[in-house]
């Protein structure tokens, strides 16, 4: 058994707290930066420690004090322009020698200082420049302790480097006065050690809990960008990305844009559960990230859908990574016991042929891929301008439609299915009509494909056996009504019962209802379909296949579903490749069909030739022009009123 996959956590992504001495490069930069942070104030420190220097040296006229003083200014000036010059050239990895740099110039300058306060106090020099040197010392000393806090060592070092000369100075010269001070001196020392640690603290610590919420925003970042069950990017994630990829490609750059839609996915989580589902989502997503240039987007959409922004040369490039993607795809994928075959459909866009910017892409992947699987899935298709007009012309079609089922636009026709032998109607099958009021009647075939796929299909479906049941209860018992079914109706919660509810509402026996449905409707083995079946096929409803000998015609089906008709359809009739093969194919049938007493139907029949080659053939009932045209409902009842009247003719003849 595979191990599940973790779920991330937030605590997994929280950097390690750093020990009480031990700091991050990144925290300890920013510690050493502190003490770069207000060059000003550091030459407005300078500056006073070399104008008092050489107060005291002109005041004095001690050659030693000028020395003193012009080292202390050549430091000072160094200082300077170092604190205006590293900071600015130093990145994460130099704060060892931002540290180092100031360190020297730090301590030098306080020695120095302190020599000249502690020198002025052995040579006696007078008691005014005496309190001058050791107050200017003293209070250097006191403020650097505040300044670089940041760097504690440094601190404390300068304030013992000051003091330490003049404490040295009093011990020599002696008396109470002077113990004193030296005294007070030392007692300073640890008083401020304890203010410096302070601050230091309360600065590493919130440095690094900046640090901290920094990082724990960046991770939430990437969290909220990525698929937590493929590892890829999200949709946030491609939005990002996408931004990013367009403002870096170049104006001649180009780009590919796969919208990649898991074919019949919902099966694999219908029949297998969803955390199968999920394994193979991430099996797919590992699949498509491994077979790309790290540098492309991979992303999840969302539910089975990825999509993968990759730089291009030209189209062909294109159909090549299309092939790529495809064949990772539709590798075997094992997982437990089981083995599972995938396919998918997809959608092509081009930057800069097909839209300039991440939106209008994206519009054309999907349409792109909204035809690909419109075709028959299982097959990639570049985006083209007329998918545009297409795409409008259905939307458009799609909201007259659901107007036109409010407003009663929609009228049931009826074609007859005539006994071959006695001519007689048998059954009619209930087609739909739509006379738009401004554009005309609009053919089946152009709104039928858009209600299934917009769902309006349920809603007209239904309605559509329900008008259909009505006008049947007026006929004549032994004439029955045969109603086509879309798979998307078949699917729909309640299906059954709302099929019912009409019968009974419109008074009809189950058993005058047939329902033709298509051979794509049992690719599947699902348990929704088989339930429909049986619980119509129990109250007494009649099946019939349509279209056999189209698609994926299999005698499974005739065997395993309880069908009392099969439509051969119309190619076989009356299409292009209609003789000897056609004609063999068409007995066979029947033959078949005679076994297991299932009635045979010959669709699209329009010459009397035709009606002569199916009937010798085997069918019994025949459908097409040659009879009628579909109806309306009122026709259909005259039809079989003058059927009953006169009789009919027998075609036989």
Known sequence: MAKPKPKPSLERFLPHREGTDALSDRVRLLLVRTLYTQPTSLAIGAANGAVSSFAAAILSGERLIYILAAVLTVIAAARVGLALYLPAHSVARDARKLESAYEVGAFAYSAVLGLIAAASMMLELSAAIQLLMVANTLGYGIGICARNAGRPVIALGQLLLVVAPIMIACLMLGGIAMFLLAANMLLLLPAMSSITLNVFRVLRDSIAEAERSQELARRMQVLARTDVVTGLANRAGLNHALVETLVELPDDG???????????????????????????????????????????????????????????????????????????????????????????????????????????????ADLALYHAKANGKNQACFFDRAMTRDLVRRREIEAELRLALQRDELSIFFQPIVDLDSGKIRTFEALVRWFHPEKGELKPDEFIPVAEESGVIVTLGNWITAQAARAAAQWPADVTLAVNLSPLQIKASGAALGILNALRDAKLDPRRLELEVTESLFLEDSPVVRGFVEELSAAGVQFALDDFGTGYSSLAYIHNWPFSKIKVDRSFVSGPHVGRKSDAIIRAVSQMADTLDMTIVAEGLETIEQVQAVRDAGCKLGQGFYFSRAVPDYLAAMLLAQERDTGVRSLTG
Do not use: Y
């Open 254 to 364: 180009a780009l590919g844009l796969f919208w990649i839609d898991l074919d019949r996915f919902k099966e694999v989580n219908d029949l297998l559960g969803h955390q199968v589902g999920d394994r193979v989502l991430a099996e797919i997503g590992r699949r498509l990230r491994a077979s790309l240039p790290a540098g492309d987007t991979v992303a999840r959409f969302g539910g089975d859908e990825f999509v993968i922004c990759t730089r291009v040369a030209d189209k062909r490039a294109c159909e090549r990574i299309a092939g790529l993607i495809q064949s990772e795809i539709t590798r075997v994928i094992r997982l437990d016991h089981e083995r599972l075959e995938m396919q998918a459909s997809i959608g092509i866009a081009c930057l800069p042929e097909d839209g300039q910017d991440a939106d209008a892409l994206m519009k054309a």
